[in-house]
């Protein structure tokens, strides 16, 4: 886990820089799995596994970080019902968070991912 996953749709969460597809596959995100990566705190990343149907969301609330932001880390594994809650191997002041998808939802979802893979 971490890091980056071996077979995944990674984004960084940079509107400026995101790609149309990106936008897409995280508004897809919000409107059928019901999360909303933002409310991550501090938020940097999301990242969906094509091997499995997890979901880790990447942000700037570990290490140290951990006692500023513990109560929006709390509201946010509540909310969600986040699987795990983890700081980076490489970088501790980034956090990630493993929320387990929907097994029928996460499938659409491959298929849609590797359906716009192929039209680009």
Same mark, same amino acid.
């Given at each position: 886990?971490?890091?980056?996953?071996?077979?995944?749709?990674?984004?960084?969460?940079?509107?400026?820089?995101?790609?149309?597809? $990106?936008? !897409? #596959?995280? /508004?897809?995100?919000?409107?059928?799995?019901?999360? &909303?990566? %933002? +409310?991550?705190?501090?938020?940097?990343?999301?990242?969906?596994?094509?091997?499995?149907?997890?979901?880790?969301?990447?942000?700037?609330?570990?290490?140290?970080?951990?006692?500023?932001? $513990?109560? !929006? #880390?709390? /509201?946010?594994?509540?909310?969600?019902?986040?699987? &795990?809650? %983890? +700081?980076?191997?490489?970088?501790?002041?980034?956090?990630?968070?493993?929320?387990?998808?929907?097994?029928?939802?996460?499938?659409?979802?491959?298929?849609?991912?590797?359906?716009?893979?192929?039209? !680009?």
């Amino acid at each position: 886990m971490g890091a980056t996953m071996s077979n995944s749709i990674y984004c960084y969460l940079n509107e400026s820089q995101m790609s149309d597809k $990106e936008k !897409e #596959i995280t /508004n897809y995100i919000e409107n059928e799995f019901g999360i &909303d990566v %933002y +409310d991550c705190p501090r938020v940097r990343s999301w990242e969906i596994s094509l091997d499995e149907p997890r979901l880790e969301i990447r942000g700037r609330f570990g290490g140290g970080n951990r006692e500023e932001y $513990e109560d !929006e #880390i709390d /509201n946010f594994e509540r909310k969600y019902n986040a699987a &795990d809650c %983890y +700081d980076d191997d490489t970088d501790c002041t980034y956090g990630y968070f493993e929320i387990k998808l929907d097994e029928s939802k996460w499938i659409k979802a491959k298929e849609l991912f590797e359906e716009k893979d192929k039209k !680009e």
